[in-house]
């Protein structure tokens, strides 16, 4: 399987959820998102994602962040990988897990989950809120519609503090 070079996320954006819905059963799990370790990586097999996240792990300048369920933490629903630009937070990539992608996946609400996070964690630093990444063209609009994402110009985008509240509060309770 050929690596795709990160010339802009395409994420989708399947539901807004509180945590992440079963799509059979409609059942929600919480959820929580905790730093990728160097233990984790053998859970991570370059077959099942579409980046290669073992050199997105290398990268010093980068903080990779796993999602699992509460109830089974060793199972990864997806993965996030954002830097600190000392005043916004940058989404290099995001990725749903094989099983959590297309017309067969298991759960509905993990990229909305880990935009909030990465908004969430934009203002813990101090930052507002202020996130950014880079789209494909043709999911501009998508963005500004999903996340109510700025677009700024060429593939960058932003989230705006009112926005990333709207998130943060849609996946996390005070």
């Known amino acids: 399987m050929k690596k795709q070079l990160n010339s802009g996320n395409e994420f989708i954006i399947d539901k807004l ?17 905790v730093r990728l370790t160097g ?15 073992h050199k ?8 990779i962040y796993k999602l699992t369920t509460v109830n089974n ?9 954002i830097e600190d630009k000392t005043d916004h937070i940058f989404m290099q990539l995001i990725e749903s897990s094989k099983f959590n992608k297309g017309k067969a996946k298991v759960y509905l ?4 989950n880990l935009v909030a996070f990465a908004c969430k964690v934009s203002v813990d630093r ?9 789209a494909k063209t043709a999911l501009i609009k998508y963005y500004q519609q999903t996340l109510h ?3 700024f110009r ?19 309770k005070s």
């Open 17 to 33: 959820t509180n945590s992440i819905e079963n799509i059979s059963t409609g059942e929600v799990f919480d959820t929580e998102i």
């Open 39 to 53: 233990s984790d990586a053998s859970q991570i097999k370059k077959s099942d994602w579409q980046f290669d996240w």
């Open 56 to 63: 997105e792990m290398k990268d010093k300048t980068k903080n």
């Open 73 to 81: 933490p060793t199972i990864i629903q997806g993965l996030l990988s």
């Open 109 to 112: 609400g993990v990229p909305g």
């Open 126 to 134: 101090g930052y507002e809120g202020f996130l950014a990444f880079d």
């Open 149 to 151: 994402a700025t677009h």
């Open 154 to 172: 060429g593939l960058r985008m932003f989230i705006e503090p009112d926005a990333a509240s709207r998130l943060i509060s849609q996946y996390f």
